[in-house]
DNA sequence: ATGGTTTTTGAATCAGAGGTCAAATATGTG
DNA sequence: CACATATTTGACCTCTGATTCAAAAACCAT
């Protein structure tokens, strides 16, 4: 009964997530929304309520496929310290070899609604929680394979590397990529 | 000959700066600025041209202000560490102390416009540089003072805190102090 | 095919943004 | 005092943003 769908919802979701992700919360119109997700303003509305719950949508799906990539490529084969050297490399890189500098949702939202919107601030926290204990478990791991010093606090040192990617996120915004990856090595230092 | 300026130039813009700092650049709206300023909307447009222009003058002020800052507060007494480890706990306090958390206008800037306003990210960059420079200075201080060791390389490491510095901003909007302070002292073991 | 139901769409709405302007106001000069 | 000059102001303008809605369209069941 009644007419059915004409677009997959986690696909519209997916592409709606682009443009929030390039140009902010704010940034981001209904209209343009709607036009990247091949869909009427009207039937956005229909489908998502509001501007503010499609974007927590967004905000999950960028969660997810986050950690899902996050943990597969930290379980690949190599040194502890290697494997995230090339992961902190990675994020930054995907970002100078992008047509359009745009950071990391997360972050970007942490700072535009961060604070002010509690419901974005505490699904920032938890994709941010969820990068930590997969780094604290890599981290871990190390300790057992002989890796990484057993004196480490793995989870102290995850949350600093949070810390850490956060503002790599930032800088590389503003510097060249020769300028972060030196960073990335100096931050390494205590592997 | 005319009529005399009825306000302060520079302490209009400081309001500005203020405005633009607590709601982002595009989160701004002449109507508030002006107000802010004390000022009608014309006023303000004929005083500084454009919205961007005034923006303009709120980042320089505000580069100028944290420099001096910077400077005054690194060269306490204290070890090196000691007088970083205070510095980077008073940037987040002040942020956790404040009524809104509003971060920093820079590293907001950094995200909201870096690598679109090619204006705004030349600005952030000059603030970050600068900053580093005397993080750097302080360091090579240590160096002379026995206070750190001769191995550690100042620019490098000068550069690594302004990474976690931005990235200590970015995470004080979602997590808490304590949290932070954590961080904080895991990023100061390369001193 | 008629109905009941759900989706789609673009037009319409209302508010607010960024900016301009003419008129009013306040000086120094002749 | 009248003039040239510079500043102030709020009304005004145009554009866009977020949202709603009525009507059309597409399906299933009878």
Redesign the pocket.
Known sequence: ???????DEEAAVARAMEVFWTNGY?G????ELAEAAG?????L???FG???ELFGRALDTYDRAGAEFTEEFLSAPGSTKERIRAYLRLLVDVDFDAPVRRGCLAVNTALELGGRDEGATAAVRRAVERSTDLLAARIERGKLAGDVPAAVDAAEQARFLMVTIAGLRVTARIFDRETVHAAIDTALAGL
């Open positions: 009964m009644g007419r059915p769908k004409q677009f704010a981001s119109s209904p209209a869909i009427g303003k009207g039937s509305y229909h489908a509001s501007k503010r």
